[in-house]
């Protein structure tokens, strides 16, 4: 069991079991169970299923190694017809005035990171469209993790609920129209990536004798939205926290000896790692944001296919889907009750140390 503790109080728990399956938690009722799935024609593939919002859901990826670290890449479930991913891709034919539904009655969300981000008063390509979409979703995840870490901050201090959140703050930086417009290509260039596989009949990728880098670290796409809480260092070794929402830009295409790269923070919320300062960002964990991005595209496709032609939406062409590379496995089974447990035993394991800690006594934790 690995403890990672965050700036603001965030806890991230990791368990690997004898059958190499990981349970891994990341807050409350938060996380999920991975396990190997599937071999095909060399190229090994692992499900995790996730528990967030009270339910259960699976996704699939698929391992590769690059000099020697493991690298998990997202596999879309399934594809839409191409005809889809063009409109999607290429401009419509008149913009759209389209007004979210949390825009009219703000959810605490948008009320504390408000400052930060605005939605585009129009939009003339589903690109943009699906650009506030992620950004949406990230600020919303960033929101509950703080919340989170808020929770447990005061059970460790006093056993007592968390203060409420202020409704609002000030901010360094804001979500520029050209920063959201370099966003809005690289979700062009992913739908561009599932238009090509959407074209052919889903077949397993050629087994190959090397290790191929992974998508994070593609020297045609350098922009990442950060997808989760991130506790990194400046290159002059000062802590800082990246938390969802904000940008960083790679500047490297080849990792240290400790695998890490250096990135540029384009755009930060209050409290987070300055705008323009230089950080040392491990290239698993833009792999995960590089994961994460391509998932919340293809949620907010869905959302696209699902209201063609209402709510102020343009009438999508042919939303019919084909399989993706794997079949999606059901979820897991009691993942919830998994996490719990994680939690419980993350919970004495930690109170254990302070224990010996307190007492002098040395420990191996």
Same mark, same amino acid.
């Not at 690995?2 to 603001?8: A, C, D, E, T, W």
């Not at 990341?26 to 999920?32: L, T, V």
């Not at 695998?259 to 705008?275: F, P, T």
């Given at each position: ?276 300062? #230089? ?41 019919? #889907? ?44």
């Amino acid at each position: 069991m690995q403890i990672n503790h965050g700036l603001r109080g965030e806890r991230q728990i990791v368990t690997v079991r004898p059958d190499h399956s990981r349970v891994v938690s990341m807050g409350p009722h938060q996380g999920y169970l991975e396990r190997p799935y599937i071999a095909r024609n060399g190229q090994t593939y692992v499900q995790r299923t996730y528990w967030a919002g009270g339910r259960p859901y699976v996704r699939v990826y698929r391992s590769n190694y690059y000099r020697g670290v493991p690298y998990y890449g997202y596999v879309p479930p399934y594809y839409y017809h191409p005809r889809f991913y063009g409109w999607a891709y290429n401009p419509w034919r008149v913009p759209v005035y389209y007004r979210w539904a949390w825009y009219a009655a703000p959810p605490p969300w948008y009320s504390y990171y408000g400052g930060y981000f605005t939605p585009a008063p129009m939009y003339p390509t589903a690109a943009l469209w699906l650009t506030d979409f992620l950004l949406a979703e990230n600020l919303r995840l960033a929101y509950e993790a703080r919340r989170d870490a808020e929770a447990n901050a005061a059970a460790a201090q006093a056993n007592e609920p968390p203060p409420p959140a202020a409704e609002g703050q000030g901010y360094t930086s804001q979500i520029t129209p050209e920063l959201k417009q370099a966003i809005a290509e690289e979700v062009s260039a992913q739908l561009a990536a599932e238009q090509q596989g959407a074209s052919t009949t889903p077949q397993q990728p050629a087994a190959s004798s090397t290790e191929a880098p992974p998508g994070a670290l593609d020297p045609g796409r350098r922009l990442f939205v950060v997808s989760s809480n991130l506790t990194v260092s400046t290159i002059d070794g000062q802590d800082c926290e990246l938390t969802s929402g904000d940008i960083i830009t790679r500047l490297d295409d080849t990792p240290d000896n400790d695998n890490k790269v250096r990135v540029s923070v384009s755009s930060s919320k209050g409290g987070d790692c300055g705008v323009g300062s #230089t950080l040392m960002v491990d290239v698993n964990d833009l792999q995960e944001m590089q994961n994460q991005f391509a998932e919340k595209i293809d949620s907010g496709l869905k959302t696209l296919a699902d209201n063609s032609g209402q709510g102020g939406l343009p009438p999508a062409p042919d939303t019919g #889907t084909t399989a993706g590379e794997v079949p999606l496995p059901p979820p897991d089974a009691n993942v919830d009750n998994a996490l719990q447990a994680q939690q419980s035993e993350a919970d004495q394991t930690e109170k254990q140390v302070q224990q010996e800690a307190a007492q002098g006594e040395p420990n191996y934790y």
